[in-house]
């Protein structure tokens, strides 16, 4: 990196990850090696990069800002294994980044502030094989809750209906500098293989998680069979809960995301194709 270090930016959600012992633990934890290729998001100062570069894998920079990725193009210009992008991840397909991306590894320590839309956008197809990401505590915990609690949610049933999760490791804010308000969690989703999904049923689940949860005070069977997004008639709303077994008096928290998934199946069979 160059010789000034720059500033954290506010704006850019900037907290710099400052904990060697965690750096490594990290690191480790992606389980690449020689001939991997790895996809850093924000690589900042280099407090994960440094430890990849000791892995002889072939990585791809994404790093929004100006002074840190004309440090990384400035440094790598001459080093065919290394690749960086000067962007906004969240305007960058990341399977345009790799010549095999469902072989790609993401790790990243994630700026909380686009952690929720970052996790939709690297779960799209097609998908890495796995992404180890560092997010707000509160962010892990509601991708992990269960049915039934205050933090389940469109995010939980968004990220588990495609991919295993788990929580690798606990990171206070005194690991970084800044110091965040908020302590993070390092958590590993890896995406199921083959897809339990076809393109179009995930459509329709996306569809019906989104309205349910737009409406989670409201009860299932009303949901279904009022929602405008879901164009459902309450025939229709009416039998697809029979045969999955749900009771119209819960509201959305209490579906597991299996659940979501056999109710879409039934509200949307024209779109259970593919």
């Known amino acids: 990196m160059s010789r000034s ?14 904990d060697e012992n965690i750096q490594r633990r990290i690191v480790q934890e992606a389980s690449v090696g020689p001939g991997d290729e790895v996809l850093e998001i924000g690589p900042g100062r280099g407090a994960l990069t440094r430890h990849l570069l000791e892995l002889e894998i072939r990585l791809v920079l994404v790093e929004l800002d100006d002074a840190l990725a004309r440090d990384w ?10 690749r960086v992008i000067h962007g906004d991840i969240l305007a960058t397909d990341p399977a345009t980044l790799s010549e095999d991306p469902e072989r790609l590894t993401v790790v990243g320590n994630i700026p909380y502030n686009i952690t929720a839309p970052l996790l939709f956008h690297l779960l799209r197809r097609p998908r890495p094989r796995s992404a180890l990401l560092m ?83 409201k009860k299932m069977g009303k949901i279904l069979r009022d929602h405008p997004d879901l164009a459902s008639t309450g025939e229709a ?37 593919g």
């Open 237 to 273: 709303a009416a039998r697809a809960m029979e045969r999955e077994g749900v009771d119209p008096d819960l509201r959305p928290e209490a579906l597991s995301p299996a659940t979501f998934v056999g109710l879409s199946r039934r509200l949307f069979p024209q779109e259970s194709v």
């Open 5 to 18: 270090q720059p500033r954290p930016k506010r704006s850019l959600g900037q907290n710099f990850l400052v």
């Open 135 to 217: 997010v707000q505590r509160e962010v892990a915990d509601r991708i992990l809750a269960e049915p039934g609690g205050r933090q389940y949610g469109a995010l939980t049933v968004g990220v588990r209906s495609v991919a295993r999760v788990e929580r690798v490791l606990q990171v206070p804010r005194t690991a970084f500098r800044p110091r965040p308000r908020v302590d993070s969690s390092v958590v590993r989703i890896v995406p199921f293989r083959p897809e339990a999904l076809g393109r179009e049923e995930e459509e329709g689940l996306r569809r019906l998680v989104r309205s349910c949860f737009q409406w989670r005070r």
């Open 73 to 82: 193009k400035d440094r790598f210009q001459d080093d065919p294994r290394i």
